[in-house]
């Protein structure tokens, strides 16, 4: 039970790599707010608080982190995984409002939620973040221009983070998944191609390994971040890829 008895906040809860986390961390004992724009469905219980959130507005992030306390009296992690793709597009055919919902959703969400969760934590005498971003920030493909630049912003936002709240005793690191089989995946692809074909054809062939990333090989990278294990660790990007990034 490495997290036993530990409250943390889950955001994109309702995805493929977010239902796993839970899971997982239900799993080692914790206590976890799971959030995403929808929660249907998933119930209420004396381990678990769903709440449906809109994390790029700054009154719904406040109205889960005062829910989160209110209803555990404290708030140990963060781990945000909530998230969008980009359909692979070439530069000149980016939208600015494409753009700016990519930017919003990838990384003004997390500074959102970071900035909200960090007074919690230092109350506390310490906690821990982990922010997902991608192992297209360190091999891009085409045409993911404007999310590869969102997940460079959260690598940086994180790593300025480690440094400034290290002295509060709150650590700060980041995740690179590979290409995951999740619903996800799919969204990466051109318009009109075949998702399962590209899976096949592009994506699993890209990792040395042989297989996607499945959305456990996630939520265990993160049980291990968000747990004593791993209490010397800040400021690190680990990848979770099969090798995707060599």
Not at 71 to 78: A, H, M, T, V, W
Not at 97 to 117: H, Q, S, Y
């Amino acid at each position: 039970m490495r997290l036993e008895n530990e409250v943390f906040v889950v955001t994109g809860a309702q995805g493929g790599m977010g239902k796993e986390t839970v899971k997982r961390f239900l799993e080692e004992g914790a206590f976890v707010v799971a959030v995403d724009l929808n929660v249907d469905g998933v119930v209420e219980s004396d381990y678990l608080l769903p709440i449906a959130a809109d994390l790029t507005k700054e009154e719904e992030v406040a109205n889960v982190f005062s829910s989160a306390f209110e209803k555990f009296e404290r708030i140990d992690g963060l781990v945000n995984i909530a998230g969008i793709a980009q359909p692979a597009t070439p530069i000149e055919e980016v939208s600015l409002a494409d753009w700016e919902k990519i930017m919003r959703v990838n990384a003004t969400a997390p500074f959102l939620t970071c900035r909200a969760a960090v007074p919690f934590m230092k109350n506390n005498g310490g906690g821990v973040i982990v922010n997902i971003a991608s192992i297209s920030i360190v091999r891009p493909r085409p045409g993911l221009n404007a999310y590869i630049a969102s997940k460079g912003a959260a690598v940086s936002f994180s790593q300025a983070l480690a440094i400034e709240l290290a002295d509060y005793g709150i650590r700060v690191n980041v995740v690179n998944p590979g290409p995951a089989d999740t619903k996800m995946l799919g969204e990466f692809t051109a318009k009109n191609n075949d998702i399962e074909a590209t899976k096949e054809s592009v994506f699993k062939k890209s990792v040395p390994l042989g297989r996607l990333i499945s959305p456990n090989d996630i939520a265990n990278s993160l049980v291990y971040l968000c747990s004593k294990e791993a209490s010397i660790v800040t400021g690190s990007v680990l990848n979770v890829d099969g090798g995707r990034g060599i």
